[in-house]
């Protein structure tokens, strides 16, 4: 009787162990994947700050008037605005 017991504690204690040892590894890898896309990030940003040129916007608008005779008179306008940094060519 006591050799089962014991046999069936080892199993538990070896079962408890290989669990916290995996758990353990998938935390480290877990870990070592954010590491190195932290990494990436931070080097991408630094050796490349000027991915994209730079860009402008147009924004219309149609001013609609009413005259005293009853008639529409429409007004187009166009606004640019140009977002351009400092040093970039």
């Given at each position: 009787m ?8 080892a ?7 290989l ?6 590894s998938?935390?480290?890898?877990g870990?070592?994947?954010i ?7 931070i080097?991408?940003?630094t ?17 609609l008037?009413?005259?005293k005779?009853?008639s529409v ?17």
């Open positions: 006591s050799i089962g017991l014991i046999t069936i504690l199993i538990l204690l070896a079962f408890l162990i669990r916290s040892i995996i758990s353990f998938l935390k480290l890898i870990i070592g994947i590491a190195v896309a932290i990494c990436m990030t080097w991408i940003c050796s490349q700050p000027d991915m994209h040129k730079p860009f402008s916007l147009k924004t219309i608008e149609y001013l008037k009413i005259n005779d009853g008179t429409t007004t187009k306008k166009v606004t640019q605005t140009v977002y351009k940094e400092e040093g970039i060519k």
